[in-house]
C-alpha cells in the first residue's frame, strides 16, 4: 500500500485487512523497488478463515504493534 496517511490507525488497519508492505509517500524508487521485490520473493502465506481469504494477518502482539490492541479492537473488516 502507497499512501500519505502514516497515522498509527491506518497502518494498523491496512496490516489487519491483509496489506503486504505500507509505504509513506513519499517514496524513493529504491524503496518501492525493494519492496515490490520481497513481497514477490517472499509472498506470506494464503490463509482461509470463513468468508476471509487472503495473505496469513500479521502479528500485531510484538515489537511496535505491542500496544495497538486497542486500535485493532476498534476495526471494522468488511470482507
Known amino acids: 500500500m502507497l499512501t500519505g496517511h502514516g497515522e ?3 497502518v494498523v488497519e491496512a496490516v489487519c485487512l491483509g496489506v503486504n508492505e505500507f509505504l ?3 517514496v524513493s524508487t ?9 513481497v514477490l520473493c517472499h509472498p506470506r502465506p494464503m490463509v482461509s478463515s470463513g468468508s476471509y481469504y487472503g495473505p496469513a494477518p500479521r502479528k500485531l502482539g510484538t515489537g511496535i504493534w505491542s500496544d495497538a490492541d486497542d486500535a485493532v479492537a476498534s476495526l471494522v473488516v468488511v470482507p
Open 8 to 10: 498509527k490507525a491506518r
Open 24 to 26: 509513506l509517500k513519499p
Open 30 to 38: 529504491k524503496a518501492l523497488r525493494d519492496r515490490l521485490t520481497a
